[in-house]
């Protein structure tokens, strides 16, 4: 059995997510970083955190999907809270920039690129990695990164082109391989020239996968994307899950024996 770690969940919305962590901890799940979208999802996930201590682990974020919905206050209020609990987090996440049309109908670039730097910063100044949702606007959100000085950051889920992706591992940083990488083209581009060393798994649940097939993941769908990625790269799946594993543990400075 492969010990893996499932590098971004939403768990804060997942039904039934007792008996889907214990179903990850059978298949081989060693670890969980639990992502925060807005205020309320930050305090469940530091709830979920707590009550699963040394197996989820939160990151606290706002996501750009998320700023439609808030003022200017609302906006302080949420990034003061995750300044508060940064003790408690393992990374700043889930960020980013999205600049689908119906992102930007909402939530303007120039909004969506303030707040993302601020956030950065706040990643930046307690040596904090951030996790970065970046559809549409890589080369934005690379440059917004390396801008912050920041050591850590993991591009998740990562479509762009090849140029940014080069880039983005020049600079020292990652990118994350979902059960997407079975299908969608450009990603399965991004994780085949991605060398191993810059890879992390992750399941983005319980975000629906498939094409003609269609499910809602959850964490033990980490193994679809291990699967994957052996088959784009031609390596077995022990190195993938060997080398992927320690690529977390070093990344988000896990305190796990492996």
Same mark, same amino acid.
Request: proline share 3%; net charge negative.
């Given at each position: ?103 930007? $109908?909402? %939530?303007? !670039? +120039?909004?969506?690129? *303030?707040? #993302? ?8 100044? /307690? ?19 390396q801008n912050s000085v920041i050591d850590r950051a993991v591009f998740h889920w990562f479509t762009g082109f090849s140029s940014v992706l080069r880039d983005i591992i020049d600079g020292g940083y990652f ?12 990603? $399965?581009? %991004?994780? !085949? +020239?991605?060398?191993? *060393?810059? #890879? ?8 629906? /996968? ?49």
């Amino acid at each position: 059995m492969h010990k893996l770690i499932d590098t971004h969940a939403h768990l804060d919305e997942l039904q039934n997510l007792d008996s889907m962590l214990e179903a990850a901890k059978k298949a081989g799940i060693i670890a969980i970083v639990a992502v925060g979208s807005n205020h309320q999802s930050n305090i469940r996930t530091l709830e979920i955190s707590q009550k699963h201590g040394h197996f989820v682990y939160p990151a606290l974020g706002l996501h750009p999907w998320e700023l439609a919905n808030l003022e200017t206050p609302e906006i302080d209020e949420n990034l003061r809270f995750i300044e508060q609990n940064i003790a408690s987090a393992v990374a700043v996440g889930e960020i980013g920039l999205d600049y689908d049309k119906r992102v930007l $109908r909402v %939530a303007s !670039k +120039e909004l969506q690129q *303030e707040v #993302l730097g601020r956030l950065l910063h706040i990643a930046s100044k /307690y040596a904090k990695p951030a996790i970065i949702h970046s559809r549409y606007a890589w080369k934005d959100a690379l440059s917004l990164a390396q801008n912050s000085v920041i050591d850590r950051a993991v591009f998740h889920w990562f479509t762009g082109f090849s140029s940014v992706l080069r880039d983005i591992i020049d600079g020292g940083y990652f990118v994350s391989a979902t059960p997407a990488s079975e299908y969608h083209e450009e990603h $399965r581009r %991004a994780v !085949k +020239e991605a060398p191993l *060393e810059r #890879l992390l798994l992750e399941t983005d649940c319980p975000v629906t /996968y498939g094409r003609e097939a269609r499910y809602e993941s959850r964490p033990t769908d980490v193994l679809r994307g291990l699967k994957a990625v052996s088959q784009l790269k031609g390596v077995d799946e022990s190195t993938i899950a060997e080398q992927t594993t320690r690529n977390a543990i070093e990344f988000f400075s896990f305190d796990i024996v492996f």
